[in-house]
Structures are given as C-alpha cells and as structure tokens.
C-alpha cells in the first residue's frame, strides 16, 4: 500500500467513525487529514485534499475548533488562517468524551430527574419509577466514571486499562 492510498483509506475510516462519536463524516474526515498533516494547512488545501466545498470546509473547521480538537496557528506574513489538529491522542479522546457526555448524558440525566418526581400509585407507575431509578443509577455511575477518566491522566488510565485486561 503506498503513503496515499492509507492516508485515504485513514481519512475514510475516521469519517466513519466520527459518525458514530456523534458528529458528521466531513467534520471527522477534515480531523483525519490534520492529524496526519505534517504541518498545518488551510481552509483551501483542506477544501481541494477533500473535494469538499469551501463553506463546508470553513463551517467544520470552526465545529472542531468549539471541541478543542483543532487550532488556529497564525504565520508571519500570511492573510490566511492555517488549522492544526490537537496530536495528544488523551487530549483528543477526554474532549470527545467531554462533548459526548453534554450533548447525551447530561440531557439524559436531567429528563430521568424530573420524571423521577411520577407517584407510585399503581403497578404501571411502580414500575415506572423502578426503570428510572435504575437508569438514574446507571446514568449518575457513568456520569461519575467519565469524569474520573477526563480528570485523569493518560499513564493512569493505561495503567487501570492494563490492570483490567489481565
């Protein structure tokens, strides 16, 4: 496989799973291509590298921006913007993490608080508030442990790992 069939076939495979971390294929894709960028780049390289539109390559550079995955570096004498992708892979995944958990779990936990105010008074409510109860507890552990693991440093969290599969 040569250099620039991988780095294709990187850039795909990151724009896919950037599906599944919540955020478009384009966004995660212009992601890869910084990443693996030696240097930084600018919205034109990274339009004409993806074949993408100018507005869209502009619109998901500021969307990973506002997640702390990528920064503007400013050069000497240039009019134009360049972008760097955040390279600290710990850095990249406590962000993801730290985004995830506001656009999901935290919504999520504030809906099962206030249901968690429903009466039992009858076996469909009983039942009710003992689903909500376990999700609230399942929610609230969840909440808890991904704020460790953002809190905490990359050799902790390796070691747990490592500790964990043995």
Known sequence: MTLEEGKQRFIQSWGTLGSNWGINRTMAQI???LLIAP????????RTEL???????N???????DWGLVYKELKPGERKEY????????VVIRQIITHRKKKELEPMIRVLDEVAGVQEVCTESEEFCKVVRDLQLFSNK???A????VRS???WFVGTFMKMIK
């Open 51 to 57: 074949n993408i539109s100018m507005g869209n390559a």
């Open 153 to 155: 440093d990359s050799n």
């Open 39 to 46: 240097q930084s780049m600018c919205a034109e390289d990274i």
């Open 31 to 33: 992601h890869a291509l």
């Open 146 to 149: 991904l704020d460790t693991l």
């Open 59 to 65: 619109m998901n550079l500021r969307a990973l921006i």
């Open 83 to 90: 972008f760097v992708a955040e390279k600290d892979m710990w």
């Open 142 to 144: 969840a909440d808890s």
